[in-house]
């Protein structure tokens, strides 16, 4: 759609500052309320006017949500930490060096120093059927425009797809997936902690909503546990152009290693499925094997077990076998196969 | 979802109602805008802005401004209909593009991303602010026109803002480290090559200025 260039539509602006306040207003009116962070996902929706919420809330001025600190064994990171902040932390680079990376291959800059964490883990896809405000399954019509002949998928899902094959576009939720984040939910009854990976949804079970959030719920803490700090990480991104561009398909790969043995493992992919993949069987299957290319590359092959390309986007299948074979066994000298 | 989501499609009332509602919208506010001192362009949908605007006080450039303020206006918006400072560009207003840059508190941002109302208390930069007040240019002013590395120079201020911010903090960089550093800022004259001559440039004189501070 054509990109309307002047100030949005009007919305009420609301900036707490505590999340207790912020709580009572959520209580008050949570279908009506937008929640905004950095604003980088946010943005785009309400100023194509597809979205437009009556009232927008500001979470920036809730400074306990901010910051990196030590947690238990691990650390802590409140979810409005820009991801400039996440990138040069000195805890995240000394334990958890696998985010920092993550984090500093998001988009470009300015967008670091704003985007927030908790942002980057809870944006929508950017399917752009979807986004341009197509009346797909995702909002909530009865028809997918990038699952046609003609549709223009290069971007899109080769794995777990139903009905619905948009992606999970952010870099750092397989990061923090590898890592066994826990994310801290304030709901209207009270707080929860999940597991990272339970935080995204499939289409399967819920095709209009990217995470688990419900309106009125606030990402208020991301824990990262000590268990896998300082393991054998690896994180690559593939995308078009080095900067601005979202994952085409990027890895995250902790590995707990004796010798060349990999004792334990964890790893997740985003840009495959419409939540971050994780490896599940690969994970199992790699786990007290060498790690060489022999064991990478029967993992590529088992993680790509159940792909399903569409018209445009089938180069992903080996492109996926490769980034598993190198987070296992590195990378090395490029050889070509036919 | 609307009964005719075909109509939907670009998020627009379905049906005429709407584009009337719309049209009449413009003619309204259209008159208001002669009533203002701004030029100030109608918002889509029709709604009259200037009376949910209200007034708040920004730091831009050194300067204490006060200025009616839409909740949901953007800094650009601001700095550029509200304010003069039109040397800060709109090129995409979608954080693609980094004509926009300004600094707030010395860190680069997309002013086409910022809600206006959320800069309070903060320290607003635009290119218009680089110099000091005596008239001395700042270091990346001065590489700039030392080696003239625009072309169009449409991006030259978003360029100059995140060059300012990045040697701020990184004031001895190698040009790779320069060239990671404005990666947020597209010149689409393709003119990379010598803008990061101008903005090396620029770096050698802020050392230059930091050993004599
Ligand atoms: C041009 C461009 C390029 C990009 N490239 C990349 C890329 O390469 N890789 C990548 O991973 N991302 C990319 N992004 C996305 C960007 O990184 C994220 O949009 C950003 O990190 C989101 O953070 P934010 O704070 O700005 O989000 P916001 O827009 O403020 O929020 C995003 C969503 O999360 C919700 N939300 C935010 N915080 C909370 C919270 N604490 N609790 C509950 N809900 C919350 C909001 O309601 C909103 O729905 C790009 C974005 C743009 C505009």
Redesign the pocket.
Same mark, same amino acid.
Do not use: H
């Given at each position: 759609m054509a990109v309307i260039r002047d100030v949005m539509p009007n919305f009420d602006l609301v900036q707490p500052a505590s999340l207790a306040d912020a709580r009572k207003l959520l209580d008050s009116d949570p279908d009506n309320v937008? &929640?905004? #962070?950095?604003?980088?996902?946010?943005?785009?929706w309400l100023k194509d006017r597809i979205r437009k919420p009556k009232t927008v809330v500001d979470?920036t001025g809730i400074d306990e949500?901010r910051g990196v600190r030590a947690w238990n064994d691990g650390i802590e990171i409140g979810?409005?930490t820009t991801?400039t902040d996440v990138v040069n932390d000195p805890m995240v680079k000394a334990k958890y060096s696998i985010l920092s990376q993550a984090a500093e &291959?998001? #988009?470009?800059p300015q967008?670091r120093n704003?985007?927030?964490?908790?942002?980057?883990v809870?944006?929508?896809t950017r399917c752009w059927y979807y986004r341009s405000g197509w009346p797909c399954y995702r909002a909530g019509g009865n028809l997918c425009y990038a699952d046609t002949p003609v549709g223009r998928n290069r971007e899109h899902a080769i794995l777990d797809a139903q009905r619905c094959v948009a992606v999970s576009?952010?870099?750092?939720a397989p990061a923090l997936i590898a890592l066994d984040a826990k994310f801290v939910i304030s709901t209207k009854n009270g707080e929860k902690t999940i597991d990272a990976q339970d935080y995204f949804l499939g289409p399967a079970i819920d095709i209009t909503h990217m995470t688990i959030?419900k309106p009125g719920?606030?990402?208020?803490a991301i824990r990262i546990p000590g268990t896998w700090a300082n393991s054998k990480f690896y994180f690559e991104k593939i995308?078009d152009r080095n900067v601005?561009?979202?994952?085409l398909m990027n890895i995250a790969a902790a590995m707990k290693m004796s010798g060349n043995t990999i004792t334990d493992a964890r790893m997740a992919v985003a840009g495959a499925a419409a939540r971050p993949w994780r490896l599940t069987d690969v994970e199992a299957q790699i786990k007290g094997k060498t790690a060489d290319e022999a064991t990478g590359k029967a993992a590529g092959e088992l993680a790509v077990k159940d792909a399903v390309p569409l018209q445009f986007n089938a180069y992903k299948i080996p492109l996926m076998k490769n980034l598993v074979k190198r987070a296992i066994s590195g990378v090395q000298e490029a050889t070509w196969e036919a | 979802m609307s009964d005719t989501p075909g109509l939907n499609i670009l998020g627009n009332e379905p049906s005429n109602p709407g584009r009337r509602r719309f049209i009449q919208g413009v003619i309204a506010s259209g008159v208001a805008v002669s009533a203002m001192q701004y030029r100030f362009m109608q918002t889509a949908r029709g709604q009259s802005s200037a009376g949910a605007e209200r007034l708040i006080t920004l730091n831009v450039n050194g300067q204490t401004r006060r200025v009616g303020v839409l909740k949901q206006e953007t800094l650009a918006w601001t700095l550029r209909y509200k304010l003069g400072l039109t040397a800060t560009k709109l090129g995409c207003d979608?954080?693609?593009c980094g004509a926009c840059t300004v600094t707030l508190d010395d860190t680069a941002h997309y002013s086409c991303?910022v809600l206006t109302h959320t800069v309070r208390g903060k320290k607003v930069v635009t290119v218009e602010g680089l110099a000091s007040p005596d008239g001395t240019l700042h270091p990346v002013q001065q590489g700039v026109i030392d080696e003239q590395g625009f072309q169009c120079a449409f991006c030259m201020s978003g360029f100059m803002m995140a060059a300012a911010a990045f040697l701020k903090k990184n004031p001895n960089p190698t040009r790779a480290e320069m060239a990671h550093g404005v990666s947020g800022n597209l010149c689409r004259c393709q003119d990379y090559d010598k803008i990061l001559t101008a903005l090396m440039k620029a770096a050698e004189h802020t050392r230059r200025a930091n050993n004599v501070a």
């Open positions: 937008w &929640l905004m #962070a950095g604003g980088l996902d946010s943005f785009d979470l949500m979810p409005l991801l &291959l998001v #988009a470009s967008i704003q985007g927030t964490i908790g942002g980057n809870s944006q929508d576009p952010s870099d750092s959030l719920d606030i990402l208020t995308r601005w561009d979202f994952p | 979608r954080a693609e991303s």
